[in-house]
Nanobody, 125 residues
Framework: QVQLVESGGGLVQAGGSLRLSCAAS????????RGWFRQTPGKERELVAIWSGGRDYYADSVKGRFTISRDNAKNTWYLQLNNLTPEDTAVYYC????????????????????WGQGTQVTVSS
């Protein structure tokens, strides 16, 4: 059974940093498309950062502030969140597809097979 377990969320002041982790089990995601989405109440889930096919992709709103990384030996990936703003407050979800998605399909959450339980990030002003 595949499981994605997130950790690292919390409360931070504006300008601060957090590091989210997503530890996977039950399937090796070393070559799979994987990354992070986020959602706030009343809004649709949005892509934050994705790794696929050797490349990173970021939402415009987080470029230059967030960084996705991975440790294939641990089957874990991370999201470093720097220079946080209150607009970054959301529940963050890690997600993965069982293999590599083609580029046109990486943007939609519906194309991901596995999801973490979500971790709350709250940024105070």
């Amino acid at each position: 059974q595949v499981q994605l377990v997130e950790s690292g969320g919390g409360l931070v002041q504006a300008g601060g940093s957090l590091r989210l982790s997503c530890a996977a089990s039950g399937h090796s995601f070393s070559t799979s498309t994987r990354g992070w989405f986020r959602q706030t109440p009343g809004k649709e889930r949005e892509l934050v950062a994705i790794w696929s096919g050797g490349r990173d992709y970021y939402a415009d709103s987080v470029k230059g502030r967030f960084t996705i990384s991975r440790d294939n030996a641990k089957n874990t990936w991370y999201l470093q969140l720097n220079n946080l703003t209150p607009e970054d407050t959301a529940v963050y979800y890690c997600a993965a597809h069982g293999s590599r998605l083609i580029w046109s399909r990486i943007w939609a959450g519906e194309n991901y097979d596995y999801w973490g339980q979500g971790t709350q990030v709250t940024v105070s002003s």
